[in-house]
């Protein structure tokens, strides 16, 4: 398992560094096996620090989680215990996944200019009225089930989650509602019916 510690604005010791493997090898042991990558950031939010953590777990599948505390240690270790939660509720669809292929269909993925002023109400848009891109990169979009895509959006700790249905081959999305459940938004005539 390749660990990659990194500080924004903290000074990360050797100590730490040394916490952040023998925890993560603990977790990936108990749980899973081992991770293909981990990156574990840590950063200052006002007066607290926050521990990110991001591993790559098989084809395709990325598990993150993060945390606040006062301390890099406690932060971490929060960080941690969620990301092992995770790992636990998901474990035997994670297992299953890896003996069936990945199925993806290439895509592009745009990132749109911010607005800079509040009076446009919305992106920056360019002379024509499109919005402005500032990046434009390939991606793939996963085939799933329905519950599959409900795991990843989980074990990415992401906001939403955008896919291919299995059952039908039309494109589907699900995401985290403010009131912590998941919605799933499958468009009318993508049923058959």
């Known amino acids: 398992m390749n660990v990659i510690v990194n500080g924004r604005h903290i000074d990360v010791g050797d100590a730490l560094r040394q ?3 023998e925890s993560l090898t603990h ?5 899973f096996g081992d991770a ?4 574990v950031s840590f950063s200052r939010e006002a007066h ?3 521990a990110s953590v991001s591993a790559h777990v098989g084809r395709g599948i990325v598990a993150q989680s993060h945390a606040t505390a006062d301390q890099p240690y406690a932060a971490f270790d929060l960080a941690a ?3 092992g ?3 636990r509720r998901h474990k035997r669809r994670l297992r299953d996944h890896h003996k069936t292929p990945l199925e993806t269909q290439p895509a592009r993925h745009y990132v749109l200019a911010a607005d800079s002023e509040a009076e446009t109400g919305g992106a920056a848009e360019t002379a024509n009225g499109r919005p402005a891109v500032i990046a434009e990169m390939k991606t793939e979009i996963p085939v799933l089930t329905a519950s599959e895509a409900v795991m990843r959006l989980d074990l990415e700790d992401s906001g939403a989650l955008m896919f291919v249905n299995r059952a039908h081959g039309g494109l589907n999305m699900v995401y985290r509602r403010p009131d912590g459940n998941v919605g799933w938004v499958d468009p009318k005539g993508n049923t058959g019916a």
């Open 19 to 21: 916490h952040v493997s």
């Open 27 to 31: 977790v990936f042991g108990k749980y």
């Open 36 to 39: 293909i990558d981990v990156t």
């Open 48 to 50: 607290l620090l926050r």
């Open 81 to 83: 215990e969620r990301l």
């Open 85 to 87: 939660t995770r790992l």
